[in-house]
């Protein structure tokens, strides 16, 4: 009987505290100093109301809900958009193809980035955007602040597990790493690789970059729900047998060595 | 593969769902009463159904996309368009001025327009607010247009200002003090209480939305109570906006120069889903057909006469909402009475500039479908090398 209130406890625990973390917005307790001006909360797909078609891209990867606040902070006005999504896996989706030309920080086990304009944090099942339309020092030092607070406010879960083939302690996430699940996050995150997942609506991506004397190397590891769409994957990749696998035909631009990892999983190198 | 998440967009109030009038007792136009029956077969992967065959029949005339230049684009390049952040509005007007010339090839202003309108005209001039201030169709490019236009003759009292949204015209600045004597419509529209209902529980977006014309495509919108003021009507049909079936007899198009991921949202898109209602059904498996197969509906092919990219400001990424890292002044104009052939222009200036910033390697083959399915269908040109393009620099 114990035993069964336990679980049960447990599975409270699991449905409550995510629910919990909404509403850890910033506020003026929080904050001295803040000012929200106006907060909207969209959930379901009332967020085409407030990004029409670009909401498509959130649905592709769980969307739950999205609270925005308009504040006021050292005389400074930003937008700060709290995405919540279904999973920690959702909510580093979006934010590793949100983030393309924002410097990593990433630190003290934090993934979070910065550029003139934009600050993004991603933390537990939140992606959070913080923006200020004028990029000046003044700007960027009260969305500092504010980014700070939020790290204070949202624990940074420990729900986001890479894969083995991806997961490197010594790197950082941003830029380097991508999730993708669907094709707009393909062609938001990986344009280049849009052909090759012509006609395969479900499958998952992830990928890492790094440099290594110069040049670029990717790893990918790919899962499909079907060995179909798999053999799809390698025809449209104009790929050829090679050893347990596959690899890029000769005279390729791109070399690809690709390991089969069952019959819907496969990690692809490209150097 | 991963199961436990699939993205279930409207799953948590699916009790709420409302199907408005969409489904019952509407009055049957010939393009909704012929709308296809059959499903796609494999839902995945095929694409659904749409009414297009129908609405094809309608003979066109001398306006009908794409008009008359067919494949000419002409574009206005001028470094000094910003200065400081600050549009200029003379550098503005020279620069409609110099493409209105050339793409007509008249003398005058005042025959270049009259090219394509006339005072007798109600002419809607359809803008993009829908990234909101950072990213709007400037102010400069709308009131050089508004100032030629009466250069033209044409009266101020005849001039529409719209796009789909209405309290998205108004927090962009498109409000009747900026704009005397001219009317600024949506087809969303809320009071000024903030509702969204008349008096009698009514949205009033559907008094806008013209039920003789609509898109039927075989994708159902189910939406909750808060999306559906943002769609007007579920079920699957897509209703055209009054403002272009009734209150308007030609429309200048003037969308903004911006990305939509690995493509673009410009004339076709701003045109298409500025247009009708219930579109959030369309994005998933139909983006492509729709931004094309709308603007073959008369309301729009024999309507819209002149298409103005306002490519002063504009993005390569994050588009089509404002992300301020990907805002880039691009300093020109783009005219042509070819939608198909402008956006064709517009994406290879887009792509340039997204393979410039490392974004990718080479234009996306599936960024141009669009234009592909608006070439078939005899809206314009999308072929480069078919497209004559003239690149005007001012300074």
């Keep these: 009987m114990q035993k069964n209130l336990f679980i049960l406890l447990l599975i409270w625990l699991s449905l409550a505290l995510p629910q919990?973390?909404?509403?850890?917005?910033?506020?003026?307790?929080?904050?001295?100093?803040?000012?929200?001006?106006?907060?909207?909360?969209?959930?379901?797909?009332?967020?085409?109301?407030?990004?029409?078609?670009?909401?498509?891209?959130?649905?592709?990867?769980?969307?739950?809900?999205?609270?925005?606040?308009?504040?006021?902070?050292?005389?400074?006005?930003?937008?700060?958009?709290?995405?919540?999504?279904?999973?920690?896996?959702?909510?580093?989706?979006?934010?590793?193809?949100?983030?393309?030309?924002?410097?990593?920080?990433?630190?003290?086990?934090?993934?979070?980035?910065?550029?003139?304009?934009?600050?993004q944090l991603c933390a537990g099942h939140f992606y959070i955007s913080v923006v200020n339309a004028s990029g000046t020092a003044a700007a960027r030092s009260a969305s500092t602040m504010l980014i700070s607070k939020l790290k204070e406010v949202i624990p940074a879960e420990e729900g986001l597990l890479l894969p083995e083939q991806i997961r490197d302690p010594a790197a950082q996430l941003t830029g380097s790493v991508k999730y993708i699940r669907g094709e707009l996050g393909l062609q938001n995150g990986l344009p280049d690789f849009s052909n090759y997942f012509e006609g395969i609506p479900n499958f998952e991506l992830w990928m890492r970059q790094t440099?290594?004397?110069?040049?670029?190397?990717?790893?990918?590891?790919?899962?499909?729900?079907?060995?179909?769409?798999?053999?799809?994957?390698?025809?449209?990749?104009?790929?050829?047998?090679?050893?347990?696998?596959?690899?890029?035909?000769?005279?390729?631009?791109?070399?690809?060595?690709?390991?089969?990892?069952?019959?819907?999983?496969?990690?692809?190198?490209?150097? | 593969m991963d199961k436990e998440e699939e993205p279930q967009p409207n799953s948590r109030r699916n009790f709420f769902r409302?199907?408005?009038?969409?489904?019952?007792?509407?009055?049957l136009?010939?393009?909704?009463?012929?709308?296809?029956?059959?499903?796609?077969?494999?839902?995945?992967?095929?694409?659904?159904?749409?009414?297009?065959?129908?609405?094809?029949?309608?003979?066109?005339?001398?306006?009908?996309?794409?008009?008359?230049?067919?494949?000419?684009?002409?574009?206005?390049?001028?470094?000094g368009c910003i200065r400081e952040n600050i549009?200029?509005?003379?550098?503005?007007?020279?620069?409609?001025?110099?493409?209105?010339?050339?793409?007509?090839?008249?003398?005058?202003?005042?025959?270049?327009?009259?090219?394509?309108?006339?005072?007798?005209?109600?002419?809607?001039?359809?803008?993009?607010?829908?990234?909101?201030?950072?990213?709007?169709?400037?102010?400069?490019?709308?009131?050089?247009?508004?100032?030629?236009?009466?250069?033209?003759?044409?009266?101020?009292?005849?001039?529409?200002?719209?796009?789909?949204?209405?309290?998205?015209?108004?927090?962009?600045?498109?409000?009747?003090?900026?704009?005397?004597g001219i009317k600024i419509s949506g087809t969303e529209q809320k009071d000024a209480k903030g509702s969204f209902f008349d008096a009698n529980g009514k949205l009033y977006g559907e008094s806008m939305i013209d039920k003789e014309w609509s898109y039927w495509a075989d994708v159902e919108g189910a939406y909750d109570e808060y999306t559906m003021p943002y769609m007007v009507n579920g079920g699957k049909h897509s209703y055209f906006t009054k403002i272009c079936t009734q209150q308007v007899t030609k429309i200048i198009n003037l969308p903004i120069l911006k990305n939509a991921g690995a493509?673009?949202?410009?004339?076709?898109?701003?045109?298409?889903?500025?247009?009708?209602?219930?579109?959030?059904?369309?994005?998933?498996?139909?983006?492509?057909?729709?931004?094309?197969?709308?603007?073959?509906?008369?309301?729009?092919?024999?309507?819209?006469?002149?298409?103005i990219v306002d490519g002063l400001v504009g993005c390569y990424n994050g588009g089509p909402a404002a992300n301020p890292q990907f805002i880039c002044n691009y300093n020109l104009l783009l005219a042509g009475t070819d939608a198909v052939a402008?956006?064709?222009?517009?994406?290879?200036?887009?792509?340039?500039?997204?393979?410039?910033?490392?974004?990718?390697?080479e234009e996306s083959p599936l960024a141009s479908k669009f234009l592909q399915r608006a070439d078939e269908l005899g809206l314009g040109i999308s072929d480069n090398s078919r497209i004559t393009l003239k690149t005007i620099d001012l300074a």
Aim: aromatic share 8%; hydrophobic share 40%; net charge positive.
């Design chain 2, 87 to 180: 549009i200029q509005q003379k550098v503005v007007d020279q620069m409609l001025t110099a493409a209105m010339l050339d793409l007509t090839g008249k003398k005058s202003v005042k025959k270049a327009w009259r090219k394509f309108v006339s005072p007798e005209d109600i002419i809607g001039l359809k803008v993009n607010p829908v990234a909101g201030k950072l990213l709007t169709t400037s102010h400069e490019l709308v009131k050089a247009v508004i100032t030629q236009l009466e250069q033209a003759g044409i009266p101020r009292k005849n001039i529409v200002i719209w796009d789909r949204r209405e309290m998205e015209l108004q927090e962009t600045g498109f409000l009747p003090e900026n704009y005397p």
């Design chain 2, 263 to 307: 493509s673009v949202t410009l004339c076709m898109k701003n045109l298409a889903f500025g247009a009708i209602s219930n579109t959030g059904r369309l994005h998933e498996k139909l983006w492509h057909d729709t931004v094309a197969e709308v603007c073959a509906f008369p309301p729009l092919r024999d309507k819209v006469v002149l298409n």
């Design chain 2, 18 to 27: 409302l199907l408005t009038a969409s489904g019952a007792g509407l009055v």
């Design chain 1, 211 to 271: 440099t290594s004397d110069g040049k670029d190397q990717k790893k990918f590891l790919l899962s499909f729900d079907t060995a179909v769409a798999m053999e799809s994957f390698v025809q449209n990749a104009a790929l050829v047998p090679s050893g347990n696998g596959w690899k890029s035909k000769e005279g390729s631009s791109e070399q690809w060595h690709v390991e089969k990892l069952g019959d819907q999983k496969i990690f692809v190198e490209i150097k």
């Design chain 1, 20 to 119: 919990k973390a909404i509403s850890q917005l910033l506020t003026a307790e929080l904050l001295p100093g803040l000012r929200i001006e106006k907060e909207s909360n969209y959930d379901g797909t009332s967020l085409y109301g407030y990004i029409d078609g670009g909401s498509t891209l959130y649905f592709e990867y769980g969307f739950d809900r999205l609270t925005v606040q308009e504040v006021v902070f050292l005389d400074q006005k930003i937008n700060i958009e709290y995405f919540r999504m279904k999973s920690c896996k959702g909510a580093f989706g979006i934010y590793s193809i949100n983030t393309f030309q924002c410097v990593a920080k990433d630190q003290q086990g934090r993934i979070d980035c910065e550029n003139l304009y934009q600050q």
């Design chain 2, 29 to 79: 136009s010939p393009v909704i009463a012929a709308a296809p029956a059959e499903a796609a077969e494999n839902p995945q992967t095929a694409k659904p159904a749409t009414n297009i065959q129908d609405t094809l029949k309608y003979p066109r005339n001398e306006n009908s996309m794409p008009g008359h230049f067919p494949g000419r684009v002409t574009q206005v390049n001028h470094s």
């Design chain 2, 342 to 361: 402008v956006d064709r222009i517009g994406l290879n200036i887009v792509s340039k500039k997204r393979i410039e910033m490392k974004l990718q390697k």
